[in-house]
């Protein structure tokens, strides 16, 4: 079930090495609006000199102001992006908060992907309850689907997910049944479908499944 507990250390080190590579992000976003700012003044230089009339002078600095202000917007964008991330890891950091679901169990239904919208699951867990949960992160491995593992997520100020991590502990598992195709389309297209982005919990035993969303 799902509980809170503090960030360990290897999801502290996970958090520092993204803010590491936002920093990076950010000092190529830099160079690339100073390069892109001085590539655009220098050709429009070198062709201004060639100009031979002022309507040409005119269509050349509107061009090139153009060309700089959509750089600058585009620029402007990414660095509000990689800020927002940015103080997201920073807040997970200070609050020191993970929300852990631990799974233990040999019963789960699998809906393999049609395209690549990734793999979903629906796991009998504890006190006749069923958790749904999936997408491109979660595509089966050698070690998972098991019979024992760990999802951790730590959202930022707004809600935002910052950080998901998986940790399997238990045997490698089959599903007692796998919806496939169409049938997958409908049931998870369903209002009544426990919601898997929010690893959403619904009571009942994954056999009656599709009853217990007819009964909803």
Not at 2 to 25: G, N, T, Y
Not at 47 to 76: A, K, M, N, P, Q
């Amino acid at each position: 079930m799902l509980k809170e507990r503090s960030l360990i250390d290897k999801e502290i080190i996970v958090l520092k090495k993204d803010a590491k590579q936002l920093d990076r992000r950010n000092t190529l976003q830099n160079r690339f609006l100073f390069g892109w700012i001085i590539v655009a003044l220098v050709v429009g230089t070198i062709i201004f000199f060639r100009l031979d009339s002022e309507t040409e002078y005119y269509l050349l600095s509107g061009t090139v102001v153009i060309y700089i202000l959509i750089v600058v917007w585009v620029y402007t964008e990414n660095v509000i992006k990689i800020r927002k991330q940015k103080n997201n890891i920073e807040f997970v950091l200070v609050e020191n908060k993970a929300r852990s679901i631990k799974v233990a169990s040999k019963k789960y239904i699998e809906l393999p992907e049609i395209e690549d919208e990734g793999v979903f699951y629906l796991f009998q867990i504890e006190d006749n309850k069923i958790l749904s949960f999936g997408g491109q992160y979660h595509y089966p491995t050698n070690k998972f689907p098991s019979d024992d593992f760990e999802i951790v997520m730590c959202y930022g100020k707004s809600g935002e997910l910052v950080l998901l991590e998986k940790y399997v502990n238990g045997n490698r598992i089959q599903p007692v049944r796998k919806i496939t195709g169409q049938k997958k389309l409908e049931l998870m297209s369903s209002l009544k479908y426990p919601d898997p982005d929010n690893f959403t919990v619904i009571e009942g035993q994954i056999e009656q499944f599709e009853s217990i969303l007819m009964e909803k």
